[in-house]
């Protein structure tokens, strides 16, 4: 892969230099860090399935991909690792919050994802909603 990029940025570096255009006309393909897979199951919302959300475009399937996009945002840049599963050893309330499951797979600030939800603790409630609205509201 390293090679055929070598390779495709000095034959576009030529092709422009030599159009007159110059070097910095010629760019590397964007990356997008913000790219999930967002499965969801057993709401009772309607919007059970899966979806695509697609921050750094803000495209996707997802159905509230601005708003997604915007929670995730703000997750991030206050430090909090919104996939981070709760610890073993955390105490938490033994409440049921419903069937709801969601699993969150790809790339997340260049950081690879694959993280489950559920709504069978307190604690796991509790994670559910902080990703509201990349995961839906359950009353």
């Known amino acids: 892969m390293r090679t055929r990029s070598r390779v495709v940025s000095t034959v576009c570096a030529g092709l422009l230099v030599s159009a007159g255009l110059g070097v910095g006309a010629c760019a590397e393909p964007a990356v997008d860090n913000h790219r999930l897979t967002v499965e969801i199951a057993d709401t009772g919302t309607g919007y059970d ?21 915007n929670r995730l945002e703000q997750l991030t840049k206050t430090g909090e690792n919104p996939f981070r599963a709760v610890p073993a050893d955390m105490g938490c309330t033994q409440q049921y919050g419903g ?9 997340w600030a260049n950081r690879a994802v694959d993280s489950t939800f559920n709504r069978v603790n307190g604690c796991e409630i509790f994670r559910w909603d902080a990703l509201t609205p990349v995961l839906p509201k359950i009353q």
């Not at 399935?49 to 996009?69: N, Q, V």
């Not at 069937?99 to 790339?107: D, K, L």
Request: include cysteine; charged fraction near 15%.
């Open 49 to 69: 399935g899966s979806f695509e959300l697609f921050c750094d475009a803000r495209g996707g399937t997802h159905p509230d991909k601005y708003a997604a996009c």
């Open 99 to 107: 069937p709801a499951t969601a699993h969150i797979s790809g790339v």
